[in-house]
């Protein structure tokens, strides 16, 4: 299954956006994270930054909003490895 990343916001607020496949057990654990209300409730209470980046990954007619400041866990991984796989440097 493929999981679209689109990362939003910043100084310039410029889009990015990247397409990452992953394996059924995987997509079955974010999916299923996707879906579940608290999850993305967590996900939503992140504190405002200025200027910060927010990314929406997508998958199955799901989708759940990070705010930078709380992107850890898997969806940190399954973005990290979206910009190693465009030759982009992981985020400072």
């Given amino acids: 299954m493929e999981i679209t990343i ?6 310039a607020g410029l889009r990015r956006q990247w397409v990452v496949a992953v394996d059924d057990q995987t997509a079955t654990q974010l999916v299923g994270q996707m879906a ?4 993305a409730a967590r996900a ?5 930054v200025r200027d910060g980046f927010s ?6 007619g799901h989708r759940i909003t990070i705010a930078e400041s ?4 898997p ?3 399954l ?5 190693n796989d465009t030759g982009m440097p992981p985020p400072a």
């Fill in 75 to 77: 969806w940190r991984d």
């Fill in 36 to 39: 579940d209300g608290s999850v």
């Fill in 6 to 11: 689109t990362r939003t916001g910043g100084f």
């Fill in 70 to 73: 709380r992107l850890d866990g």
């Fill in 44 to 48: 939503a209470t992140a504190p405002a």
């Fill in 55 to 60: 990314y929406v990954f997508a998958a199955e």
């Fill in 79 to 83: 973005l990290d490895r979206a910009r």
